[in-house]
T-cell receptor, first 109, second 113 residues
């Protein structure tokens, strides 16, 4: 089965609302990263967060290894946050980073 | 720092032709990765180099795909006898240490007619 599962697959928000994106994994974890991708664009690293909580502006990433999950919280969403958010897991072979299918976020003005 | 540089940005080939994609990793990064992205499959791991040595090519279709890293400043992904199902965005990434933060290039969009 799929080692990295993201939910929801898609999300539509009104500007100003908060979003909680989930990433669940079924294998042991050595690394966890969150990326952002604009349609037709490249991947931009948001967080390298193998455990604990990290903050960056309106974004917060929390990884709980025992529960095999990582989350990305976006507060006070803006239209410019629209795009795809991907989590990526480095497992037993830490270099072999496996990506989830992503959450497609659309923030309406 | 120019980031990871990939060329060309777009490539169109006819079925059966060869395609060579280029990647220049960030200077000083010892790990280089190739990924393929399609709408259906998402991001798929293809291959990984560490200090120019091939470590894992388990994601590469064996018959027609090959990757090399002749020096620390560039890597190539070659696809022989391209097929329509090879159409995808091919992404190169590098990092200081494997599995640390990955830095991606803008990708090469390959279209096989």
């Amino acid at each position: 089965g799929q080692q990295v599962q993201q939910s929801p697959a898609s999300l539509v928000l009104q500007e100003g609302e908060n979003a909680e994106l989930q990433c669940n994994f079924s294998t042991s974890l050595n690394s966890m990263q969150w990326f952002y991708q604009r349609p037709g664009g490249s991947l931009v690293s948001l967080f390298y967060n193998p455990s604990g909580t990290k903050h960056s502006g309106r974004l917060t990433s929390t990884t709980v290894i025992k529960e095999r999950r990582s989350s990305l919280h976006i507060s006070s969403s803006q239209t410019t946050d629209s795009g795809t958010y991907l989590c990526a897991l480095g497992g037993t072979n830490a270099y072999k980073v496996i990506f989830g299918k992503g959450t497609h976020l659309h923030v309406l003005p | 720092n120019a980031g990871v540089i990939q060329t060309p940005r777009h490539k169109v080939t006819g079925k059966g032709q060869e395609a060579t994609l280029w990647c220049e990793p960030i200077s000083g990064h010892s790990a280089v990765f190739w990924y393929r992205q399609t709408i259906v499959q998402g991001l798929e791991f293809l291959t990984y180099f560490r200090n120019q040595a091939p470590i894992d090519d388990s994601g590469m279709p064996k018959e027609r795909f090959s990757a090399q890293m002749p020096n620390q400043s560039h890597s190539t992904l070659k696809i022989q006898s391209t097929q329509p199902q090879d159409s995808a965005v091919y992404l190169c990434a590098s990092s200081f240490i494997s599995a640390e933060t990955l830095y991606f290039g803008s990708g090469t969009r390959l279209t096989v007619l």
